[in-house]
């Protein structure tokens, strides 16, 4: 499919690798709706873009709330072509820490907040987008995932919600394709964001460190990804790796 006048929503797009996408597409002519919990970034973002980019604002987590931003969508536009899962969140930590003789542990409710935001919000955000596409018989349903997927220190909430999606890219990749809705996901490695921009320069080397390119990867990169599996039909259930060649 040709990105222009496709109409496209991205989860998460007041910020980050969202906006990004969000300022992107709608550069190439496609109608972006923008959804995001923080309205003002929202207004920044259509303020930003001219107008061009439209939002609601949705927490991916709130199935009511989630089934109304999509029915909104398919009301002001007719219908939905695609759908960028990209919302998420991290808090990190170890499964247990010793210090000083005593045991700290993730606390469930650091587990359960990522596993709400991360997984079971791609699950309602993408049943919902599917359910307007399947008339039409059209739609891509491109997932957010990580390098962190395989397994990552400190992160068992995170990497366990991203394995759960590119499962979940997968089966929905086989289940959707008699509608001619394809699914596929990215894999970032490390990504120049504002929030890892921000990270110790000292730990930030760290990491660059060990990638063989030795530098962060641009949001544009991860925005010229999605373009590509939009436009490329044939591409369906693959989760592509766009992490400069890094190995956690």
């Known amino acids: 499919m040709e990105i222009k006048n496709l109409c496209c929503a991205i989860t998460g797009a007041g910020s980050g690798l969202g906006k990004q996408m969000a300022l992107d597409f709608a550069g190439l002519g496609a109608k ?21 980019i439209k939002y609601h604002i949705g927490n991916v987590c709130d199935e009511e709330n989630i089934k109304n931003v999509f029915e909104n969508i398919a009301k002001e536009n007719g219908s939905l072509d695609v759908l960028i899962n990209n919302a998420g969140i991290t808090k990190d930590g170890l499964l247990i820490k010793v210090k000083d003789d005593k045991i700290e542990t993730m606390s469930l409710d650091s587990f359960q907040r990522v596993i709400d935001v991360n997984l079971t919000g791609v699950f309602l955000c993408s049943r919902e987008a599917a359910k307007i596409m399947q008339p039409k018989k059209q739609g891509v349903i491109i997932n957010i995932s990580s390098v962190s997927r395989a397994g990552n220190m400190g992160q068992t909430n995170y990497s366990a919600a991203k394995a759960g999606v590119d499962a979940m890219t997968v089966t929905w990749s086989k289940e959707l394709a008699r509608y001619n809705i394809r699914c596929a996901a990215i894999a970032p490695g490390y990504i120049a964001t504002e929030m890892v921009k921000a990270i110790n320069p000292a730990i930030l080397e760290k990491i660059v460190s060990k990638v063989p390119l030795r530098r962060l990867g641009e949001m544009s990169e991860i925005s010229r990804t999605a373009q590509f599996i939009i436009e490329n039909d044939f591409v369906n259930g693959k989760i592509l790796e766009i992490d400069g060649g890094l190995r956690i």
Do not use: H, P, R
């Not at 919990?37 to 061009?52: A, F, R, T």
């Open 32 to 52: 972006v709706y923008a959804i995001d919990i923080n309205e003002d970034n929202l207004k920044k973002l259509q303020d930003q873009s001219d107008g061009k």
